[in-house]
């Protein structure tokens, strides 16, 4: 954790005063005044009972959920009122995600999945994308699955894909949903460890909805919520 | 921009159902070849209903006609100049058939430009003596050469050689069916009496067959001399002067200032053949209206086609929209998807076309009224073929809007919540 001292500083995602409000069928607040921050190269938990809002927070939290009040700033932006293609690119750049159910495009081998975001975003040639995703597979031991087609891996397997697509345009955050919702003890623990050592060894960023309390008790920080307002922090 | 990431994405989506895709593909396929097919051969049809006309029609014909002259005395006359005169039961006067120079108009003609050629034509009419009874037919006197040359005359003697009307003395090349009304066959001496009561005996060289019955059974041929000594006239006597030009639009206005130079009466072949300009409009008319609604049908089969695919798709579109995919792209994607249907759809059509034409144009069709015609005619204009490839990219255009703009506005966040 050499130099994490003055990169806490760093805020890397600021929330103030959200408010949500479902209107179908009947009105109902699902997030109250929410405010927090978040600092470069904390590993977060987001945890609360089903239905206390933490899931709607992350979708609003990674621009895709743009129905709300308040603001939203990434990396010192406000992003409350910007137009689609513009968060569009801003996630591509910025954020990686990881959901619960590993989502993966079935027509695309492993390795063109990883690579998809970084040939969006278009910083570096084919080759080099291609190198890139090469080196994260590598790191999350996956490489040998690269050349194989995205339906033919496992649920383990296909969760540890999608973490080396989320890293592969070196974003400012990973977000997940419940990200071992869908995974066994073993493979819960691995792509646990992978977070672990992203946030510790290579001072990434993670925001992670669970509800799995063991998860969260290794984390750096946890968030509770409950009916749509943050309760700890 | 991303565009050849955006191709990627598409064609991996198109071959991952690769069975779906060629159904649409095939609807597609198969009207353009149909619209070729239907369109090529109804305007080859066309292009032969006319020919059968159109192509012996002079394009402008010159002569004079039998009328009482426009200025009568009367009102030529100085005193009553200012006066309305009422002349009633006006007759033509002394005018004659003959084109008056006809030997400098015919020069002048032939170094006209815009003229292929001309020829000179006499009609004389006659009656055929069959026994007791006589048959009136008309004789046309002609330059079998240039007739040849200009409109084809070759293709419609149908039996003997038609360079004998001018090789034979005393020739004719009879009308098939005038031929089967006097019995006469090649070889053989027919009977003519003229109008002037002269009465001649030509000997058949040949039958001409025009595909119309009605004039078969009245017109035959003979050289110009011939013609001309039927009628007892000089050798410089012609009724008609025959006019092909190198181009047919241009007959009304050569018509009109040959009319005005020559001061003669000079018809044009629009004129002369209206009705069959618009019989070929007509049909053309149907053959696009058929061949469009068999696109808009296949059009109908990708909307549909698309429409499911971007169900299964839900997920893909949500995670490409989630991992920094913008609406515009998927938009893309799946207009992209559409026109890679309608484009190679309708390439594999155009072929299929054209062979289906081919097929056609084997096919042996043989008939009596038509003795040039041995299969079925086939136009094989280009124009078809870039009609019907605009047409299944542009009908692939609007099948895939609707779907792509219902994708581009799939929200992620309900689809990956709510699984």
């Known amino acids: ?232 922090s | 921009m991303n565009f050849k990431l955006i191709y990627s994405i598409a064609k991996s989506m198109l071959l991952a159902r690769w069975r779906q895709t060629l159904v649409a593909a095939v609807g597609v396929t198969f009207s353009i070849a149909m619209f070729i097919t239907l369109l090529g051969f109804m305007n080859g049809l066309n292009d032969m209903l006319d020919g059968l006309i159109l192509n012996r029609t002079p394009h402008v014909r010159l002569y004079n006609e039998i009328k009482p002259s426009e200025n009568q005395p009367v009102n030529v006359a100085g005193q009553y100049k200012n006066s309305y005169n009422f002349i009633s039961s006006v007759k033509a006067g002394i005018t004659r058939q003959e084109i008056y120079n006809s030997g400098p108009i015919l020069q002048a003609v032939k170094a006209d430009e815009r003229v292929l050629g001309a020829t000179p034509k006499l009609l ?108 007892g006239k000089p050798a410089n006597y012609m009724t008609d002067i025959q006019v092909k030009l190198h181009d047919l639009e241009q007959a009304p206005a050569v018509a009109r200032e040959y009319a005005q130079l020559f001061n003669i009466d000079a018809e044009d072949i629009q004129t002369a053949n209206a009705q069959f300009e618009t019989g070929s409009n007509v049909r053309s008319l149907i053959s696009y209206a058929v061949g469009v609604t068999l696109l808009i049908v296949a059009g109908f089969g990708i909307f549909n086609i698309l429409n499911m695919m971007i169900y299964e798709k839900m997920d893909s579109i949500a995670i490409l929209k989630a991992t920094g995919f913008s609406g515009r792209d998927v938009n893309l994607v799946f207009l992209l998807i559409a026109m890679s249907i309608g484009f190679f759809g309708g390439i594999v059509g155009l072929v299929f076309g054209f062979v289906f034409s081919a097929i056609i144009d084997s096919i042996p069709f043989v008939t009596a009224a038509l003795p040039t015609i041995t299969t079925y005619p086939v136009n094989y204009d280009v124009v078809y073929y870039v009609i019907g490839g605009v047409f299944s990219l542009i009908t692939t255009y609007f099948a895939g809007f609707f779907p792509a703009r219902k994708a581009s506005r799939v929200d992620p966040v309900e689809i990956i919540r709510g699984k």
């Open chain 2, 124 to 231: 004389a009419q006659v009656f055929f003596n069959e026994g007791t009874i006589e048959i009136t037919g008309v004789i046309n006197g002609i330059d079998v050469e240039e007739e040849s040359r200009l409109f084809n005359f070759q293709d419609y003697v149908t039996a003997g050689n038609p360079i004998d009307a001018k090789n034979v003395a005393n020739s004719i090349i009879l009308g098939k069916g005038l031929a089967d009304i006097l019995v006469a066959d090649i070889g053989d001496v027919v009977q003519v009496t003229t109008a002037q009561g002269e009465r001649f005996s030509l000997k058949v060289v040949g039958y001409f067959q025009s595909g119309i019955q009605e004039i078969d059974k009245v017109q035959s041929y003979a050289s110009i001399a011939t013609t001309q000594k039927l009628l």
């Open chain 1, 1 to 232: 954790m050499k130099g994490s001292e003055e990169k806490m500083q760093e805020i890397i995602l600021e929330a103030r005063n959200i408010n949500k409000e479902f209107h179908d069928p009947v009105t109902v607040q699902v997030l109250r005044d929410i405010t927090f921050t978040v600092n470069k190269g904390e590993f977060v938990s987001v945890i609360g009972k089903s239905g206390c809002g933490k899931s709607t927070l992350l979708y609003i939290l990674s621009t895709m959920d743009t129905d709300y009040t308040g603001e939203l700033f990434i990396d010192k932006e406000l992003m409350s009122g910007r137009p689609d293609t513009e968060l569009a690119r801003i996630r591509n750049e910025k954020i990686g995600f990881v959901f619960q159910f590993h989502y993966l495009l079935n027509e695309f081998t492993v390795l063109r999945n990883v690579m998809l975001p970084g040939l969006k975003l278009g910083r570096y040639s084919e080759q080099e994308v291609e190198h890139r995703a090469m080196e994260r597979l590598k790191m999350l031991g996956i490489d040998h699955l690269a050349a194989q087609s995205a339906y033919r891996v496992s649920g383990g397997e296909k969760q540890r894909v999608a973490i080396a697509r989320a890293l592969i345009n070196d974003p400012h955050i990973i977000m997940g949903d419940e990200p071992t919702g869908n995974l066994d003890k073993r493979n819960s623990d691995t792509v646990f460890n992978i977070f672990k050592e992203l946030a510790e060894e290579h001072n990434q960023t993670l925001l992670i909805v669970t509800h799995d309390s063991e998860f969260a008790e290794n984390t750096h920080r946890i968030i509770e919520m409950e009916d749509g307002r943050i309760i700890r």
